[in-house]
Structure formats: C-alpha cells, structure tokens
C-alpha cells in the first residue's frame, strides 16, 4: 500500500492570503471581545453575548482553519525561535519606531505606552529564550 502523496506547498500569494487573513481574524478577534466589554459595561449583555460569540468563530473556527491550512507551527524550538525573533523585533525596532515617531509628532502619552510595551517585549524575548535553553541537551 502506498504513502499518500506529500501536499503541494502553497503558492506565495495563497500563504500571504492566508497569514493576511489570520491577522485579520485575530484582530477580529480581539476587538469583538474589548466591544463585549463595553457593552456589557453599558448594560446590553445580549449585545456583549453576540460580540463574544463572533469573537470565538473568529479565533477558533476562523483562524485555526487558516493556520493549519499554511502549517503554522512545528518543533517547540522553532516555535520558540519564531516567537523569539517576533518579540526581538518589536522591543528593540518597532515600538521604540514607534515611540520615536509618536513623540515627534507631539503624542507623549502614547509614546510613553509604546516604550512601555517595548519593555514588556523585552521581558517576553527573554521568557522564550530561557525556556528554549530548557529544551537543548545540555
């Protein structure tokens, strides 16, 4: 009996679809729940239930479909490696961009969330590098 055929590899212009939409869905995601808060705290919880709702397809049906679809994920080191290069970026580059850019243009407050976040960045670098050293033999 023979193996089934490996899968075709996904063209670059489907996985880019694809990581589009899990952003977006994601987003979705996340925003239905803050605006579950918000309409809960102003008493419509059949409104915060509908944005609840729509928040989990978003996040469980939604993105899962895609992120199995263009295989996000693999070895908890490369999981950890990936997650590593994410944070890196965004505490040393992005939110400190960021930073720069929203103090420029008078935004203090904001620019001090952004440096902020870039610290919490940081501190997440270092939590996936620490458990990526548990994982290699020693």
């Known amino acids: 009996m023979a193996a089934p055929p490996e899968p075709k590899p996904l063209s670059a212009q489907t996985r880019a679809n694809l990581e589009a939409a899990m952003h977006g869905e994601a987003y979705a995601n996340l925003k239905y729940l803050r605006y579950a808060d918000q309409a809960e705290a102003a008493g419509k919880p059949e409104l915060a239930r509908l944005f609840r709702e729509s928040a989990n ?3 469980n049906e939604h993105f899962d479909r895609e ?5 996000l994920g693999g070895a908890n080191s490369a999981n950890l ?3 590593m290069a994410g944070e890196h970026y ?3 580059t992005m939110y400190i961009d960021f930073a720069k850019q929203a ?3 008078g935004d203090v407050k904001v620019a001090a ?3 902020q976040i870039a610290v919490d960045e940081g501190t997440h670098y270092e939590a996936y590098k620490a458990a990526l050293a548990k994982l290699s033999p020693r």
């Open 57 to 59: 397809i978003e996040a």
């Open 81 to 83: 490696e990936d997650a």
């Open 67 to 71: 992120a199995q679809a263009v295989q």
């Open 113 to 115: 969330m952004f440096r």
């Open 90 to 92: 965004e505490n040393v």
């Open 103 to 105: 103090e420029a243009d």
